[in-house]
């Protein structure tokens, strides 16, 4: 498997997003770890990252584990529909990974586990208790 790269995107109050990227020659596959908050600051830079590897690699698949993903806003939600657009275009597909719960659940309000061939989730979250109820 080829490191490619890992980049660090961030502002002086802002966390960082991380991402790693790796080709994997003999499956075709380019694999990405974002780690971090994918939102207006940072989505442009994931965009970017992504169309890099597609264009350098040709996959057939791109895998995005965003397992460590600690939030994603709209600039975040367009992203990941723009980078699947791209992908089609080249007969690419994404599989996101390890989705946290609260990832998932964003992509559900919106309307989008489908699109990235996701199933609903099984078990709802559990909500926090009412501190006005004792």
Request: hydrophobic share 40%.
């Amino acid at each position: 498997m080829d490191f490619d790269s890992s980049r660090r995107v961030s502002s002086r109050d802002e966390p960082p997003l991380l991402m790693d990227v790796h080709h994997d020659p003999d499956s075709a596959t380019v694999r990405i770890a974002i780690s971090g908050e994918v939102d207006a600051l940072s989505a442009a830079q994931l965009e970017q990252t992504f169309i890099g590897a597609v264009r350098r690699h040709r996959p057939a698949v791109v895998e995005m584990n965003v397992r460590d993903v600690t939030f994603l806003d709209s600039a975040g939600i367009r992203t990941l529909v723009v980078c699947q657009a791209d992908a089609r275009q080249v007969d690419c597909r994404i599989a996101l990974l390890d989705t946290p719960p609260l990832f998932r659940r964003v992509l559900e309000i919106c309307g989008l586990l489908n699109h990235f061939h996701l199933e609903p989730s099984d078990v709802a979250e559990p909500m926090p208790p009412d501190p006005a109820v004792s």
